[in-house]
């Protein structure tokens, strides 16, 4: 009784010392969020208090559209989807052969400097490098195209133009989408293929809490290395039954993993050619949110310097 006490203490305090981090508040620095459809989401209202919480302001961007795609009055693809909602082939291949110079990314993103693309559902098969099929689990359907196709581009477009990017779960699945990677359809499936068990340890089978795990970092030679200061994240929270198999052949590079039932899981990677260009699997603005907002589980996650790093690095860098 008497930890959970300090804690409710402590955590508003410790938040507080944060606040100075991007400089005076009324000059406070801005870090954008890619557009998502579900604004709503746990995940993306997450990032926007963190980014509050290190004393920035959030801002998110319009939804980025493509002109080789069309689009009813409600800003919906018109006769661009099957019936799992999953962005057809060719409209797909459209998109990935011109990226994002067919399309308004240049008016949204003209003033962002430093971008987040927060969590969120599976990305469209087709839009991988070696086009995948629909996973068959009717419990995860939830695809955007919309949402896809908008952060396949605006991704393009950062990468091209060196733009600072901290690129969440799904975030860190579209970065490497984008940039030909290898993706694994559905985790449990897939250790089911290789006679292994996940154990549950990147999503809850239930769908009720966030899991918590540890990922170690591979490369000392990286930024999330001189960023974190440390080569084992404890208790990263952690909701994807996705994920990336392998960076053979990209500019990326695997930088953390989480070894399950001895198969190693990528859990971050990066370009080391950017100036900084970080994807991480696991949820650290989840760990901020709980710990700001007090909640009872707060302590299941990482601790608030740990989890608040990333987005510090991104928003002073």
């Given at each position: 009784?008497?930890?959970?006490?300090?804690?409710?203490?402590?955590?508003?305090?410790?938040?507080?010392?944060?606040?100075?981090?991007?400089g005076p508040t009324t000059m406070k620095k801005i870090v954008y969020v890619a557009w998502s459809n579900k604004q709503d989401s746990?995940?993306?209202?997450?990032?926007?208090?963190?980014?509050?919480?290190?004393?920035?302001?959030?801002?998110?961007?319009?939804?980025?559209?493509?002109?080789?795609?069309?689009?009813?009055?409600?800003?919906?693809?018109?006769?661009?989807?099957?019936?799992?909602?999953?962005?057809?082939?060719?409209?797909?291949?459209?998109?990935?052969?011109?990226?994002?110079?067919?399309?308004?990314?240049?008016?949204?993103?003209?003033?962002?400097?430093?971008?987040?693309?927060?969590?969120?559902?599976?990305?469209?098969?087709?839009?991988?490098?070696?086009?995948?099929?629909?996973?068959?689990?009717?419990?995860?359907?939830?695809?955007?195209?919309?949402?896809?196709?908008?952060?396949?581009?605006?991704?393009?477009?950062?990468?091209?133009?060196?733009?600072?990017?901290?690129?969440?779960?799904?975030?860190?699945q579209m970065l490497s989408v984008v940039s030909g990677a290898d993706m694994i359809n559905d985790i449990p499936t897939y250790f089911?293929?290789?006679?292994?068990?996940?154990?549950?340890?990147?999503?809850?089978?239930?769908?009720?809490?966030?899991?918590?795990?540890?990922?170690?970092?591979?490369?000392?030679?990286?930024?999330?290395?001189?960023?974190?200061?440390?080569?084992?994240?404890?208790?990263?929270?952690?909701?994807?039954?996705?994920?990336?198999?392998?960076?053979?052949?990209?500019?990326?590079?695997?930088?953390?993993?989480?070894?399950?039932?001895?198969?190693?899981?990528?859990?971050?990677?990066?370009?080391?050619?950017?100036?900084?260009?970080?994807?991480?699997?696991?949820?650290?603005?989840?760990?901020?949110?709980?710990?700001?907002?007090?909640?009872?589980?707060?302590?299941?996650?990482?601790?608030?310097?740990?989890?608040?790093?990333?987005?510090?690095?991104?928003?002073?860098?």
């Amino acid at each position: 009784m008497k930890g959970k006490v300090l804690r409710r203490i402590i955590a508003p305090l410790m938040a507080i010392c944060f606040v100075a981090s991007c400089g005076p508040t009324t000059m406070k620095k801005i870090v954008y969020v890619a557009w998502s459809n579900k604004q709503d989401s746990y995940s993306f209202i997450s990032t926007l208090k963190t980014i509050e919480a290190i004393g920035c302001k959030p801002v998110v961007l319009d939804m980025v559209r493509s002109t080789d795609l069309m689009y009813q009055e409600d800003s919906k693809l018109k006769d661009a989807v099957d019936e799992h909602g999953i962005l057809l082939s060719p409209l797909a291949q459209k998109t990935k052969t011109n990226r994002w110079r067919h399309s308004n990314v240049a008016e949204i993103a003209k003033d962002v400097d430093c971008i987040i693309f927060p969590g969120g559902s599976d990305i469209c098969p087709t839009l991988w490098k070696n086009e995948g099929a629909w996973h068959g689990i009717e419990a995860d359907t939830e695809y955007s195209a919309e949402r896809d196709v908008s952060d396949y581009l605006l991704m393009s477009y950062c990468l091209e133009k060196n733009i600072k990017t901290l690129a969440i779960c799904r975030g860190m699945q579209m970065l490497s989408v984008v940039s030909g990677a290898d993706m694994i359809n559905d985790i449990p499936t897939y250790f089911d293929s290789l006679g292994k068990d996940d154990g549950d340890t990147h999503r809850d089978a239930e769908k009720k809490v966030f899991a918590a795990h540890d990922v170690e970092i591979t490369d000392t030679s990286s930024l999330l290395y001189k960023t974190m200061g440390t080569t084992t994240l404890s208790r990263v929270p952690s909701w994807h039954h996705q994920g990336v198999l392998s960076v053979e052949g990209t500019d990326l590079v695997v930088t953390a993993e989480t070894i399950t039932d001895g198969v190693p899981m990528i859990e971050a990677v990066e370009r080391k050619d950017l100036t900084f260009c970080i994807g991480v699997q696991f949820h650290p603005e989840v760990a901020v949110r709980k710990i700001v907002d007090q909640e009872a589980d707060a302590g299941n996650y990482m601790d608030l310097d740990s989890a608040s790093k990333l987005f510090r690095a991104l928003a002073t860098n």
